[in-house]
């Protein structure tokens, strides 16, 4: 099943790929340490600004495509519970995975009834994972300045 964040950067429409390029150079620009944070509510305001429709589920869902297709590239957008950001370093890198990682295994821990319940091998999750490819990354310039 293809949901929105595993879906191919190509799948996306014309007005997605140009709002997720405005938003990898925003972060690159105005956002790219701990220090300089901006809130998801921030960011939908700021694009709808832009004349966009926008909300935040659609920001988390173009976040995943940007992660999960590593458009951001060299860097990555992290977050934490005060806001996205940009960064290269490799201790934010390093605390995003760990929180990450925290969270699928809560996860795990809480659907783990189902398994039996539904009559799924507990080792299903990691074949499905095991599937996940890494595609090159494609360029999404914008023309738009950033969001500031």
Do not use: C
């Not at 405005?22 to 939908?44: G, P």
Request: aromatic share 8%.
């Amino acid at each position: 099943m293809a949901t929105a964040t595993n879906k191919p950067v190509q799948e996306l429409g014309d007005t997605d790929k140009k709002i997720a390029g405005l938003l990898i150079l925003s972060f690159r620009t105005n956002y790219n340490s701990a220090d300089r944070k901006i809130k998801n509510d921030t960011i939908v305001k700021k694009v709808i600004e832009r004349g966009y429709k926008f909300s935040g589920a659609k920001l988390r869902s173009l976040l995943g495509v940007i992660r999960h297709n590593h458009l951001a590239r060299p860097g990555f957008i992290v977050s934490d519970n005060e806001g996205y950001w940009y960064t290269e370093k490799r201790e934010e890198l390093e605390e995003f995975w760990e929180s990450q990682r925290g969270r699928v295994l809560e996860i795990m821990k809480n659907v783990h009834p189902l398994y039996e319940l539904l009559k799924i091998d507990p080792d299903q999750i990691w074949m499905d994972a095991k599937g996940i490819t890494q595609p090159p990354a494609p360029v999404l310039n914008s023309t738009d300045r950033s969001i500031q």
